[in-house]
């Protein structure tokens, strides 16, 4: 698996250890200055965030992420909102990383989410989620190879 560099993604970030995590804040959480308040819920929730970078991703870069959900009725809609404003990408890393990174994000419609989590405290609806995480790991190496060159993530 490549990064955007070319460099072996599976060299820099042993994620079967410590599952390496994708998380981007969105551009609802960015437009609120929400980001260190989200980063101090990861932080507490035993994650470290290992690599960060703030960007506005292009269109082509939100249809290359979203790709998978392409047929979806709400693709137009996801493209749109995640290119409205400037998101907040990185990567995270920790012992349970899958679990830990589920359960601080709550679940996807801020009105299932658990009380505490970063959803239930701060999204404003389903679209508008404030934040999105890596469901497997093989997504996320794919989608950390988007954003990161190997240089980039140094533990
Ligand atoms: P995320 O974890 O970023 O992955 C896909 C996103 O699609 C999801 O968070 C939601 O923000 C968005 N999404 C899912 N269902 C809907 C929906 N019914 N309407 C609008 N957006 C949705």
Do not use: C, W
Not at 1 to 12: K, T
Not at 82 to 87: K, N
Not at 128 to 138: I, K
């Amino acid at each position: 698996m490549p990064f955007a560099d070319g460099a072996d993604i599976s060299a820099a970030i042993p994620l079967s250890d410590l599952q390496g995590r994708n998380h981007i804040i969105k551009p609802d959480a960015t437009a609120r200055n929400l980001t260190g308040a989200i980063n101090a819920l990861i932080e507490k929730a035993g994650l470290r965030i290992v690599a960060q970078k703030r960007i506005r991703m292009t269109r082509e870069q939100a249809e290359t992420f979203y790709a998978v959900h392409k047929e979806r009725s709400f693709f137009r809609e996801l493209v749109e909102f995640m290119i409205s404003g400037p998101v907040v990408v990185q990567v995270l890393e920790g012992e349970n990383a899958v679990l830990k990174h589920r359960e601080v994000m709550g679940a996807t419609d801020p009105s299932k989410a658990a009380d505490g989590t970063i959803r239930k405290l701060h999204a404003k609806s389903i679209g508008e989620n404030s934040v999105h995480g890596s469901d497997a790991a093989e997504t996320a190496a794919i989608e950390i190879a988007q954003f990161f060159s190997g240089n980039e993530i140094v533990g």
